[in-house]
């Protein structure tokens, strides 16, 4: 069984930057998309980025150009780089394993088969 675990959120002010991490554990399988959502109080879970086993990325409109998903050689973490934060960033990121090599789009929760806890974000204005 998959495990994730998120690290790297905090407090930022806006304008900032924060590298957040996934690292994968237990029953790893490199051969699947991998996930950065996040959720807000109140709000739905939205997808954020996607990165696929042929390297190939995408990002949602809100974060595109400010954002970028990658992963390290051995594909054990997941990372999300975001710059240029803003208070609308905040949020709980989630990372997440797909059920398949291919990312679905549009980002969708139900795309997702294993979830880490999340890491918290906050910006200030």
């Known amino acids: 069984q998959e495990q994730l675990m998120e690290a790297g959120g905090g407090s930022v002010q806006a304008g900032g930057s924060l590298r957040l991490s996934c690292a994968a554990s237990?029953?790893?399988?490199?051969?699947?998309?991998m996930y950065w959502f996040r959720q807000s109080p109140g709000k739905e879970r939205e997808g954020v980025a996607s990165?696929?086993?042929?390297?190939?990325?995408t990002y949602a409109d809100s974060v595109k150009g400010r954002a970028t998903i990658s992963q390290d050689g051995a594909k054990n973490t997941l990372y999300l780089q975001m710059n240029s934060l803003k208070p609308e960033d905040s949020a709980t990121y989630y990372c997440g394993v797909g059920w398949d090599r291919a990312c679905v789009r549009p980002y969708m929760p139900g795309a997702v088969r294993v979830w880490g806890q999340g890491t918290l974000v906050t910006v200030s204005s």
């Open positions: 237990g029953n790893t399988n490199i051969n699947y998309c």
């Open positions: 990165l696929d086993v042929d390297a190939i990325t």
